[in-house]
């Protein structure tokens, strides 16, 4: 079992910056996937970024330039930095766990409560 935890979100200014965070407790994180996927109100969830290992980075191509996922195993922790902030990136933004023999757009065993992220113009 594995519990996660997001925190980060908030209101900004379109163009700004936020960096979402993801703790993980319970089994070892490092044994895991981690992704970050995000739903829009009346809109589907969407994948926004994974991650296996260290280097092993998969993007939506809405965000590839502008968003990066990291993990620091020691500290049980993904981390979503979002940069350049658009209107249409406005949404719920969850954290999820999955094995890391899965891939990176599907099949996440866990997953974290939401935090709002909001983008005013």
């Known amino acids: 079992q594995v519990r996660l935890v997001e925190s980060g979100g908030g209101l900004v200014q379109a163009g700004g910056s936020l960096r979402l965070s993801c703790a993980a407790s319970?089994?070892?994180?490092?044994?895991?996937?981690m992704g970050w996927f995000r739903q829009a109100p009346g809109k589907e969830r969407e994948f926004v970024a994974a991650?296996?290992?260290?280097?092993?980075?998969y993007y939506a191509d809405s965000v590839k330039g502008r968003f990066t996922i990291s993990r620091d195993n020691g500290k049980n922790t993904a981390y979503l930095q979002m940069n350049s902030l658009k209107l249409e990136d406005t949404a719920v933004y969850y954290c999820?766990?999955?094995?890391?023999?899965?891939?990176?757009?599907?099949?996440?065993?866990?997953w974290g409560q939401g935090t709002q992220v909001t983008v005013s113009s």
């Open positions: 999820a766990a999955g094995p890391l023999a899965g891939g990176p757009y599907s099949g996440y065993e866990y």
């Open positions: 319970g089994r070892t994180s490092s044994n895991y996937r």
């Open positions: 991650i296996k290992w260290g280097t092993l980075t």
